[in-house]
């Protein structure tokens, strides 16, 4: 039965690009597809009320410093969401889907890669600062 469902999602993804969905590689079992779609979208999840706070204090605070860093977070962590995102999508879809995934995966390298910059820029400034303020409230 597993050999049918394989052998008929190969010949529908020859049709549309030529890539299989992720899942024949994984015989379709499904106890391995459950993990995988579950973990997958509750690390999506997670990456996506992640940037959902950041944008709520970001609002609320007029005054921060460094707010760049912040926002670059913010995007940063909305990529590595949609990353997972797209290894579920794989998994069930070939073709054009690899390509989503590609294109997602180069805007959170892009992101991770300006977040980190950003970081190794502005760290020491803000670390300087929030000593500065630990120092005023004692």
Do not use: K
Not at 109 to 121: F, P, Y
Not at 128 to 137: I, K, N, S, V, Y
Request: glycine share 8%; net charge positive; with cysteine.
């Amino acid at each position: 039965m597993l050999q049918a469902i394989a052998t008929l999602t190969y010949d529908i993804a020859q049709s549309f690009g030529g890539y299989a969905p992720h899942a024949i590689c994984l015989l379709y079992d499904p106890a391995i597809i459950a993990v995988q779609v579950v973990t997958n979208l509750g690390i999506a999840a997670a990456y996506f009320m992640i940037p959902f706070a950041i944008w709520r204090f970001l609002r609320r605070t007029e005054m921060l410093p460094f707010r760049s860093v912040a926002v670059m977070f913010l995007v940063f962590i909305l990529a590595c969401g949609a990353s997972h995102v797209t290894r579920v999508l794989t998994l069930f879809v070939g073709g054009w889907a690899y390509w989503v995934d590609a294109a997602v995966c180069t805007v959170t390298v892009i992101a991770s890669l300006g977040t980190a910059l950003g970081l190794v820029r502005h760290g020491p400034r803000i670390v300087a600062l929030t000593g500065r303020l630990l120092a005023e409230q004692r």
